[in-house]
């Protein structure tokens, strides 16, 4: 099969040959259609995790057809990916923080992934969807809607009525924006580039500043928001969004880059009463959730660009210089 594999740190992706993966017991063999492209991609290329074996196959935003017989479902059957693989039985798996589990081994992480034509994942990570949703659209949901997903749904808690500011708005960020419009939220965003402000307006926010303009939103929620959503990974974007929070906020933080610190007062968190919960992609039971938002159209992830296997390193390349508007997708 032809496959884009990471041989070497900071390296390009090598698009050639490899033999067909098979799958074992309890796996699956997946016909990729389509894989969503994202930040994250760079950290593992450019080595930012210790734990990313080499060779391996990048992509864990899958979706595809599924093309070994499986228990339930037949084969054909369009199936996303989910990304995790929980042991189940370990106290974090006990819990339902399948993403905290020591043992997973996390598809184009630890494992092979989808940019090839063909992965193998375990079984009881398929999350089947209906002939109405595009594969692309299924594949972008398994991080870039399941973690604002977890984050906004789960770990803040959003309830109707209050005001969320999403820090950040490329493609958690504007999944975040929706998510938290389909909670009821009045929704804000900040980001640095106008047109990914544009963009969050677009999909539901009701406006959308530059950081150094975060007046503006603090103005617009009143006493301060009640929730952040810190998707950039940045300091100046977790700095932006803790000014806009009001006493007793909760600010959730889905973006991050490895030896990153924030530098937060611990005045305003203590005496501000600032709740700060990390949140971590999600559970099989928050991407299946997840997945059925963006089906019944909740949620639409937004698509720049589609490439084929052959431009990968391309599409790589337009995330690093900035230049995505939501999500750019590779389709094997
Ligand atoms: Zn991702
Ligand atoms: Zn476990």
Same mark, same amino acid.
């Given at each position: 099969?032809?496959?884009?594999?990471?041989?070497?740190?900071?390296?390009?992706?090598?698009? +050639?040959?490899?033999?067909?993966? =098979?799958?074992?017991?309890?796996?699956?063999?997946?016909?990729?259609?389509?894989?969503?492209?994202?930040?994250?991609?760079?950290?593992?290329?450019? $080595?930012?995790?210790?734990?990313?074996?080499?060779?391996?196959?990048?992509?864990?935003?899958?979706?595809?057809?599924?093309?070994?017989?499986?228990?339930?479902?037949?084969?054909?059957?369009?199936?996303?990916?989910?990304?995790?693989?929980?042991?189940? =039985?370990?106290?974090?798996?006990?819990? $339902?923080?399948? =993403?905290?589990?020591?043992?997973?081994?996390?598809?184009?992480?630890?494992?092979?992934?989808?940019?090839?034509?063909?992965?193998?994942?375990?079984?009881?990570?398929?999350?089947?969807?209906?002939?109405?949703?595009?594969?692309?659209?299924? +594949?972008?949901?398994?991080?870039?809607?399941?973690?604002?997903?977890?984050?906004?749904?789960?770990?803040?808690?959003?309830?109707?009525?209050?005001?969320?500011?999403?820090?950040?708005?490329?493609?958690?960020?504007?999944?975040?924006?929706?998510?938290?419009?389909?909670?009821?939220?009045?929704?804000?965003?900040?980001?640095?580039?106008?047109?990914?402000?544009?963009?969050?307006?677009?999909? +539901?926010?009701?406006?959308?500043?530059?950081?150094?303009?975060?007046?503006?939103?603090?103005?617009?929620?009143?006493?301060?928001?009640?929730? $952040?959503?810190?998707?950039?990974?940045?300091?100046?974007?977790?700095?932006?969004?803790?000014?806009?929070?009001?006493?007793? $906020?909760?600010?959730?933080?889905?973006?991050?880059?490895? +030896?990153?610190?924030?530098?937060?007062?611990?005045?305003?968190?203590?005496?501000?009463?600032?709740?700060?919960?990390?949140?971590?992609?999600?559970?099989?039971?928050?991407?299946?959730?997840?997945?059925?938002?963006?089906?019944?159209?909740?949620?639409?992830?937004?698509?720049?660009?589609?490439?084929?296997?052959?431009?990968?390193?391309?599409?790589?390349?337009?995330?690093?210089?900035?230049?995505?508007?939501?999500?750019?997708?590779?389709?094997?």
């Amino acid at each position: 099969m032809r496959a884009a594999v990471l041989r070497r740190f900071g390296a390009p992706l090598e698009v +050639g040959e490899l033999p067909d993966p =098979t799958p074992g017991p309890g796996e699956a063999l997946v016909r990729v259609r389509a894989v969503g492209i994202c930040g994250t991609d760079l950290k593992i290329t450019s $080595g930012a995790f210790s734990t990313t074996p080499l060779p391996i196959v990048p992509g864990h935003e899958v979706a595809g057809e599924l093309a070994s017989p499986v228990e339930g479902m037949a084969p054909g059957q369009r199936v996303a990916c989910y990304v995790y693989d929980p042991c189940g =039985t370990c106290l974090w798996c006990r819990l $339902g923080q399948d =993403t905290l589990c020591p043992a997973s081994r996390r598809i184009g992480f630890d494992r092979d992934g989808g940019l090839a034509e063909y992965v193998v994942v375990p079984a009881r990570n398929l999350l089947p969807f209906g002939e109405g949703l595009p594969f692309e659209l299924a +594949g972008v949901a398994m991080d870039a809607v399941t973690a604002p997903w977890r984050a906004l749904v789960r770990r803040a808690a959003v309830r109707a009525g209050e005001t969320v500011v999403v820090g950040g708005a490329g493609g958690l960020g504007l999944s975040g924006v929706q998510i938290a419009r389909s909670l009821g939220a009045r929704v804000a965003a900040i980001d640095p580039v106008a047109s990914h402000r544009d963009l969050a307006v677009e999909v +539901g926010a009701e406006l959308a500043v530059a950081p150094d303009d975060v007046d503006r939103v603090r103005a617009w929620a009143g006493e301060g928001a009640d929730v $952040g959503f810190e998707a950039s990974g940045s300091r100046e974007g977790f700095l932006a969004v803790l000014a806009t929070l009001r006493p007793g $906020g909760r600010l959730v933080c889905c973006g991050y880059r490895p +030896g990153l610190e924030y530098g937060l007062d611990s005045a305003r968190l203590v005496l501000g009463e600032i709740t700060l919960p990390g949140s971590r992609n999600g559970s099989r039971e928050d991407a299946r959730a997840a997945l059925r938002a963006v089906e019944e159209g909740k949620v639409r992830p937004r698509v720049m660009e589609r490439l084929p296997l052959a431009e990968v390193n391309r599409a790589l390349e337009l995330l690093r210089a900035g230049d995505v508007r939501g999500r750019v997708v590779v389709c094997p």
